[in-house]
């Protein structure tokens, strides 16, 4: 027993046994409006453009945050690493200076009263980061550890 296929114009169900062309989600006639798939490619363009201006404004910010820390660090490398014979207290301003042989050390005693190359002022933070007070543009405070 051979089964008589239909012709391609008629929607018939195999499995059901029925004719289902008006329960499909799609036209199934000829004379059935042309399905067409909507051009989407200007939206998806605005969205790229988007979110990667946003990706960009982040990663900038993301730089501009971990370039502040590094100078931190630097700055924290430079103070930790100076000569100092005391303790240093959290909340305190303390000088950091050149000596003869331009080697960093760190004094409570103010620029005004002193007379070595002064390099900064910093305070001790509560979470013991030296944290630079004056905003003079002193290009010999950081230096190259080669």
């Known amino acids: 027993m051979t089964k008589k296929k ?11 046994q029925q004719y289902d062309a008006a329960f499909k989600p799609y036209a199934t006639g000829v004379g059935a ?3 067409t798939m909507p051009n989407n490619g200007t939206w998806k363009n605005s969205q790229v453009y988007k979110a990667n201006k946003h990706l960009k404004t982040k990663y900038q910010a993301l ?3 971990y ?17 100092f014979s005391f303790e240093p207290q959290v909340g305190e301003v303390y000088h950091l200076y050149n000596n003869k042989k331009q080697e960093p ?4 005693i103010e620029p005004q009263n002193c007379s070595f190359e002064h390099l ?5 933070t ?20 080669k």
């Open 6 to 16: 239909k012709p391609d114009l008629v929607v018939f169900n195999e499995d059901t």
């Open 33 to 35: 409006p042309q399905i």
């Open 63 to 65: 730089k501009a945050e």
């Open 67 to 83: 370039e502040q820390l590094m100078v931190v660090l630097e700055y924290n490398e430079l103070v930790t690493n100076a000569k």
């Open 105 to 108: 050390f760190l004094s409570i």
């Open 120 to 124: 900064g002022s910093f305070r001790l």
């Open 126 to 145: 509560s979470d013991y980061l030296w944290d630079k007070l004056d905003n003079s543009s002193n290009s010999s405070l950081l230096v190259d550890k």
